[in-house]
């Protein structure tokens, strides 16, 4: 089957940085997209990787290694607005294109 | 931000009744999504279409139908509410199938009691 396992929940201080990890366990993965909710708004998205590698959105970070089956955002400079639910999610190509979500990490961003 | 609106934002309704949500888009992508979201699961998808009167089930498809008579619409029916189907209810929008980027409306919140 399809997997992903991401934490539940991270906290953190403002103006550190942390590091959301997610591996996954998927066949014919394709890429990696990660996506940042606020409590009763919608998943906006943040970035995607399709190789192996970082990269860089402003604060934002995302790194892939398919080798590894891991990927992670990584958020600088915190703020408090960051507090919200980040999800991984997998675009896997199984004769045709699918997109499956993580369960969701709770940040939690501390003054 | 991307055109795409939901209706109603929150209902509730009884056991045993048919609800309909509606999506609606204005950007005229070719993939339309319906998902549910609940603790601990994340988003999970019912149906998707990938163009009009044609849809496919997701994973958690059971006791939803759709419809898309129009680009722009995109219409989740659940026929005969239970309460497991509380959910908040989401629809998003591709313009390629699985989706590397995907913009989402605001969302649903339905109450079965």
């Known amino acids: 089957g399809q997997s992903l396992e991401q934490p539940s929940e991270v906290t953190a201080v403002e103006g550190a940085i942390v590091q959301i990890n997610c591996t996954y366990q998927?066949?014919?993965?394709?890429?990696l997209s990660w996506y940042q909710q606020h409590d009763g708004g919608a998943p906006t998205f943040l970035s995607y990787n399709g190789l192996d590698g970082l990269e860089e959105t402003g604060r934002f970070s995302s790194f892939l290694s398919r080798s590894d089956s891991y990927g992670y955002l990584l958020l600088q400079e915190l703020q408090m607005k960051d507090s919200a639910s980040y999800f991984c999610a997998v675009m896997v190509d199984t004769g045709g294109f699918k997109t499956i979500f993580g369960a969701g990490t709770r940040l939690f961003v501390k003054a | 931000d991307a055109g795409i609106t939901q209706s109603p934002r929150h209902k509730v309704t009884e056991t045993g009744t048919p609800v309909t949500l509606r999506c609606h888009q204005t950007?005229?992508?070719?993939?339309m999504y319906w998902y549910r979201q609940d603790p601990g699961h994340g988003l999970r998808l019912i149906h998707y279409?990938?163009?009009?009167?044609?849809?496919d089930k997701g994973e958690v498809s059971d006791g939803y139908s759709v419809s898309r008579s129009k680009t722009e619409d995109f219409l989740l029916t659940l026929e005969s509410a239970t309460s497991s189907q509380t959910s908040v209810y989401f629809c998003?929008?591709?313009?390629?199938?699985?989706?590397?980027?995907?913009?989402f409306g605001q969302g649903t919140r339905l109450t079965v009691v």
């Open positions: 950007e005229n992508h070719r993939y």
């Open positions: 998003a929008i591709s313009e390629s199938e699985g989706f590397t980027e995907a913009f």
């Open positions: 998927t066949s014919g993965f394709y890429g």
């Open positions: 279409s990938y163009g009009v009167k044609d849809t």
